[in-house]
């Protein structure tokens, strides 16, 4: 009988999770060491897997939106974190918004429960040794941080992360707030509409606040895509209005008209007592939160489950470090996983342990690693933290960052987004449901999740 193949994962986030479970689901024997519950950083609260410290939202689930296209690449490889966000989905419009506990029970209860997976409680301080994934995302220990700076040709980088405050539903004053969804596209958010002289007053109090002190922050050092909503607010007085706070395919039913400005908050559990306030991650003081932001129509008297939080975010120099699979250059089946990679978001970090779980079994069985094509979201993804760029920073998943499509003569350029959006995605859908073939040969990979439409 042939010896076990093991593997080491480092980290239990979405990343380690879903490489985990794509080791596991190729006979490979995994011992996924996390340091929760024995010791936590300030971001987080559960001691359960893949916890969500941010935002519940895994963003559009629609597939003329890169990111819709790379959930719907993973479903096709039996990801557990699109597993567990479609068991736990709560209302959200076009976007996939989750039930916190739901989503991280469903992971932890996989994974523990499965035979080849054997937990460790502790922190590691040191890189183990054999095959190895690390997967420890942006709120890696000081002491691993340490280690990991280290290595041969590495610049290890620091940028900060904010998360948006909780509120109670039944705190809010329903008779300011209206419910609806941009467009006509469903009920599933609630808006608190201001007027313009509301609007002066909010930001004005906003850019007066008192902000915690966080060691070495700087402004720069913010990753744009969770900018703290008074930094924004620091940039122009109408910056909130054209972002977080923009009416635009919002009517207000009890006046039939857009309002100056306005602000959505949305489901984050699956019995609607929890909202989150969509795009308000903050670093103010608690006090100030609640002074602040108790401005906003319907949320005078609000109750907060959680006030917004601010934590430092660590990731890595990967062009030259690391390949298009996540393994190191300089050392192989030694991979690095999620955020730290210079993924940026929930389901970017999940793919990427998708393809580092991927990649090491095959390895292990002497099947060779993976490297798909960029006219994948998958393949794009890998491209891009492995090519050498002179000012390399955290990306979410894009358009921009997969194949476009050939224009000569034959095939004229196509000036609808939308259309050419909807022609690359199902090419990279083409693509993935032969390759999966081989990959997942027990999935099926006819079913589609998402959805083409934008309506």
């Not at 050939?406 to 032969?434: N, P, W």
Request: proline share 5%; net charge negative; glycine share 8%.
């Amino acid at each position: 009988m042939s010896e076990q193949l093991k593997a080491t994962v480092v980290g239990a986030g979405l990343a380690g999770c879903e490489a985990a479970w794509q080791l596991v689901r190729q006979g490979i024997a995994v011992t996924l060491i996390e340091m929760k519950p024995e010791k936590k950083s300030p971001a987080h609260h559960s001691d359960l897997f893949a916890e969500l410290v941010c935002s519940n939202s895994l963003r559009s689930d629609r597939l003329t939106n890169a990111v819709g296209l790379l959930k719907e690449e993973m479903r096709m490889c039996d990801s557990l974190i699109m597993k567990a966000a479609d068991a736990a989905r709560v209302p959200a419009g076009g976007a996939l918004a989750v039930d916190r506990n739901t989503f991280s029970g469903y992971i932890t209860k996989a994974l523990r429960e499965n035979p080849l997976v054997t937990v460790e409680s502790r922190e590691v301080t040191q890189i183990p040794d054999g095959p190895v994934i690390i997967a420890t995302g942006p709120l890696t220990s000081d002491a691993l941080s340490d280690e990991i700076a280290k290595l041969p040709g590495l610049e290890t980088l620091n940028f900060y992360d904010a998360a948006a405050p909780i509120v109670h539903a039944d705190s809010l004053n329903m008779d300011r707030i209206f419910r609806q969804s941009r467009y006509d596209r469903g009920d599933d958010y609630l808006n608190c509409p201001m007027t313009e002289e509301e609007y002066n007053a909010f930001v004005d109090a906003l850019l007066s606040a008192e902000t915690a002190e966080i060691h070495g922050f700087e402004e720069k050092k913010v990753f744009e895509g969770c900018m703290p909503v008074e930094s924004m607010a620091r940039r122009g007085r109408m910056v909130l209005a054209f972002g977080p706070m923009k009416p635009v395919g919002l009517r207000d039913p009890r006046t039939g008209k857009e309002a100056f400005a306005v602000v959505q908050l949305r489901q984050d559990n699956n019995t609607g007592s929890l909202y989150n306030i969509v795009g308000f991650q903050t670093r103010l003081k608690w006090p100030e939160q609640k002074r602040v932001f108790g401005m906003i129509p319907g949320l005078e008297n609000a109750d907060y489950a959680r006030y917004g939080v601010m934590h430092r975010n660590t990731f890595l120099q990967s062009p030259g470090f690391l390949n298009a699979h996540f393994e190191m250059i300089s050392r192989p089946q030694c991979y690095f996983a999620g955020q730290m990679t210079g993924v940026e978001g929930y389901v970017e970090s999940a793919a990427s342990g998708l393809l580092c779980g991927l990649s090491l079994g095959r390895d292990l069985k002497g099947l060779g690693t993976v490297e798909l094509p960029g006219i994948t979201a998958l393949g794009a993804m890998g491209r891009y933290i492995s090519t050498p760029a002179k000012h390399f920073q955290p990306m979410n998943c894009s358009f921009g960052l997969i194949d476009g499509l050939v224009v000569d003569k034959q095939h004229k350029k196509i000036r609808s987004k939308v259309q050419r959006y909807e022609i690359i995605a199902q090419r990279s859908l083409d693509f993935m449901r032969e390759w999966c073939r081989e990959m997942y040969p027990d999935v099926n990979h006819q079913e589609v999740h998402s959805d083409f439409t934008e309506g």
